[in-house]
């Protein structure tokens, strides 16, 4: 067992916790710490330090929600093999100048089309568990209006023409601050392009990934969502499926593929399947990138919401090439009305998208890009967001006790992505997902398939459904539970 001896100080701005587990994570990628090594225990750790158990506790399970750490069953805490961090490309990449100069959207439209609008017994009341919904009714209507009121107070008229081609430079200074406090992305606000919503972000990296004019080859995780499909169709893509574990998707089967421009990830919480991709494998991810002269495209479309730990930082956060392009939403903590995104580019794209390699034209209205900013600077989306992560981690709760009181949640049913986002994933073996869904029809209860979500259809799961909590109140989930026991417990 290893010794530690971290600087604590009590009275620094950062509680004890950050400060122990920025040491250990530091210890571990700079190898002062050997993989596998076993860690002190809590209790040894506390005395050792004089410190309580409680930080050390949270420090722990911080480090083990991102892959440095694993518990071994009665043997204790281990570090995880983690890559060189260091490393030289191999070939070109687009970062490489860089290193020497120093969708998400509403539920997908593919399982509304299937399931949505299928008949229910007159005049029962639905119990609506999709997945795109949010929680209008505390959206802070009045501190909205002031802003917009501010924003069409006489001035040079700037708000009432088309704006900036890369979004209004006050949202921009914004959101790099934002991002960068809450994510840990590193960016510029000139590297920051506004978007009218997530697959508009998408589509502009995507075609400046293809500016060179040859068909674009993409890996991406075996399942995603079906706007991403399509805008993969749409752009004439080659997509290449890598295969998802419960740490995220095998890194290592890209080095068996044929060379590729991209790969798309969703690291922070992997849709629909709701998995966090570990710190080794988005270690390993970044030097297959710049090893291969490949970007990385992050859709961190509901980072923000994690329910256990301090939020896991970006994967754009760990980039040190240049070689990530991080796309972003307003949707999920406002509302998707107003169709506000924003996708930070790397500086090789950032050089493509002012040389004009796109078709792209600024959607989003000035007007709100200007409210959206000041709503920012006043600290009413910081109160929001905290407002929301509480309400959206009860609703949470509220889902997953009723889940494990009313099913046998073990080996036959199994609950998945329930540590962050607004839904999760129940599977039941042995039992049909559209029989579980029209069933639960018969009831007045929707959920929604997953294997529409594959890119190989083969290997989508035939017994999982998907249940969006986040527009539902505890009482709707409560009811919705109960309807689905009565509709499922008899169900072969």
Not at 39 to 61: F, G, H, M, N
Not at 115 to 132: E, L, T
Not at 250 to 256: F, M, R, Y
Not at 400 to 413: H, R
């Amino acid at each position: 067992m290893i010794e530690l001896t971290p600087t604590i100080d009590e009275h620094a701005v950062d509680p004890i916790y950050v400060q122990l587990y920025r040491y250990l994570r530091q210890e571990m990628t700079e190898g002062r710490i050997e993989a596998g090594a076993r860690l002190p225990s809590v209790r040894k750790l506390a005395q050792r330090l004089a410190i309580s158990r409680t930080p050390i506790v949270l420090a722990y399970e911080q480090l083990q929600a991102e892959g440095y750490i694993r518990s071994v069953p009665r043997s204790g805490l281990f570090t995880e093999v983690l890559p060189q961090a260091h490393i030289q490309p191999r070939s070109y990449c687009a970062a490489s100048d860089v290193c020497r100069e120093g969708i998400t959207g509403s539920i997908g439209s593919i399982a509304a089309e299937l399931y949505a609008g299928k008949a229910v017994r007159s005049g029962q009341s639905v119990i609506d568990f999709g997945y795109g919904a949010v929680d209008w009714s505390r959206f802070p209507a009045g501190a909205w209006r002031r802003q917009l009121n501010r924003c069409l107070q006489p001035d040079d008229g700037r708000m009432f023409r088309y704006g900036e081609p890369t979004g209004e430079p006050e949202l921009r200074e914004q959101i790099a601050s934002y991002l960068h406090r809450n994510r840990g992305v590193r960016c510029d606000p000139s590297s920051i392009v506004i978007g009218a919503g997530t697959y508009q972000s998408l589509d502009l990296v995507l075609q400046l990934i293809g500016a060179s004019g040859e068909r674009m080859h993409i890996a991406s995780e075996e399942a995603v969502n079906d706007g991403v499909q399509r805008l993969f169709d749409r752009h004439r893509a080659v997509v290449y499926p890598v295969k998802l574990s419960q740490d995220g998707l095998h890194v290592e089967q890209l080095a068996d593929m044929a060379p590729v421009h991209a790969a798309y990830v969703t690291p922070s919480h992997q849709f629909p399947i709701g998995m966090t991709l570990s710190a080794p494998k988005r270690m390993k991810l970044l030097q297959w990138a710049v090893s291969n002269g490949a970007f990385i495209i992050e859709n961190d479309y509901d980072g923000e919401f994690r329910y256990a730990g301090r939020p896991i930082p970006a994967l754009q956060a760990m980039d040190e090439y240049g070689c990530v392009a991080y796309i972003g939403t307003f949707s999920r903590a406002l509302t998707p009305s107003f169709r506000l995104s924003y996708a930070v580019l790397p500086p090789e794209l950032l050089k493509r998208f002012h040389a004009r390699g796109h078709s792209y034209d600024q959607l989003a209205s000035p007007l709100l890009q200007q409210a959206m900013a000041m709503f920012m600077e006043s600290g009413g989306f910081g109160k929001h967001m905290r407002a929301m992560r509480s309400l959206y981690q009860r609703k949470r709760d509220t889902l997953l006790n009723a889940l494990c009181e009313s099913f046998p949640i073990g080996k036959t049913v199994r609950i998945a992505g329930e540590g962050s986002g607004l839904h999760m994933l129940l599977t039941w073996e042995g039992k049909e997902e559209g029989v579980m869904i029209n069933r639960a029809e018969q009831l007045g209860v929707r959920v929604y398939p997953v294997s529409c979500y594959w890119l190989q259809q083969l290997d989508a799961p035939r017994s999982t459904v998907l249940l969006g909590f986040g527009g539902l109140t505890e009482e709707q989930i409560l009811e919705g539970v109960r309807l689905l026991r009565r509709a499922w417990t008899n169900l072969r």
